[in-house]
T-cell receptor, first 112, second 118 residues
Framework: SQQGEEDPQALSIQEGENATMNCSYK?????LQWYRQNSGRGLVHLIL?????REKHSGRLRVTLDTSKKSSSLLITASRAADTASYFC????????????FGAGTRLFVKA | DTEVTQTPKHLVMGMTNKKSLKCEQH?????MYWYKQKAKKPPELMFV???????INESVPSRFSPECPNSSLLNLHLHALQPEDSALYLC?????????????????FGPGTRLTVL
């Protein structure tokens, strides 16, 4: 199976609520990144966390990384309708030349 | 300039056609990538160029032929494609890592080319 797997596959919340997405991976990594994609267009980089970091913040985003459990979470606080998008984790897996592998993604829908 | 541009935005081609997708960035990035994305699926890595040299080819069929003419440009030449090759083709660029390889840093993505093969 693929390197990054995410849950939930889909998440529907009300504006103002927090959204949490989880990502698991299988091999050793150098870093883990989160990206957002609106309506099948280009991906936008949100945050990068290195394997020696445990938590990182950027605005309303909080990312954690647990290398012992090979998992990461993305928390979006005080969600807005504009946060509606697909969210992907991507790992810089230490296999076959450090290629980037994306997880299956979580589709977030924020209702106004 | 923090933008990756891709042309064309949409492309419809027959199975016997030859076409090319183009990608350009002026951020000084020396790693560039091609991804293929099917509907409701994650992007799948196809090729990686690092310092204008092909460093990763993910067993992509030879009907897809990448080219990196210089550090700002990346092309994907298409020939004799199949209908199952219809997808969104994404280009990305990044600073190449040092010990960590080309995918060590954040990638900047273009808007993609939506390809339909008839």
């Amino acid at each position: 199976s693929q390197q990054g797997e995410e849950d939930p596959q889909a998440l529907s919340i009300q504006e103002g609520e927090n959204a949490t997405m989880n990502c698991s991976y299988k091999t050793s990594i150098n870093n883990l990144q989160w990206y957002r994609q609106n309506s099948g267009r280009g991906l936008v980089h949100l945050i990068l966390i290195r394997s020696n970091e445990r938590e990182k913040h950027s605005g309303r985003l909080r990312v954690t990384l647990d290398t012992s459990k090979k998992s990461s979470s993305l928390l979006i606080t005080a969600s807005r309708a504009a946060d509606t998008a697909s969210y992907f984790c991507a790992t810089d897996a230490k296999t076959g030349g450090f290629k980037t592998i994306f997880g299956a993604g979580t589709r977030l829908f924020v209702k106004a | 300039d923090t933008e990756v541009t891709q042309t064309p935005k949409h492309l419809v081609m027959g199975m016997t056609n030859k076409k090319s997708l183009k990608c350009e960035q002026h951020m000084g990035h020396r790693a560039m990538y091609w991804y293929k994305q099917k509907a409701k699926k994650p992007p799948e890595l196809m090729f990686v160029y690092s310092y204008e040299k092909l460093s990763i080819n993910e067993s992509v069929p030879s009907r897809f032929s990448p080219e990196c003419p210089n550090s700002s440009l990346l092309n994907l030449h298409l020939h004799a494609l199949q209908p199952e090759d219809s997808a969104l083709y994404l280009c990305a660029s990044s600073h190449p890592g040092l010990a960590g390889g080309p995918s060590y840093n954040e990638q900047f993505f273009g808007p993609g080319t939506r390809l339909t093969v008839l």
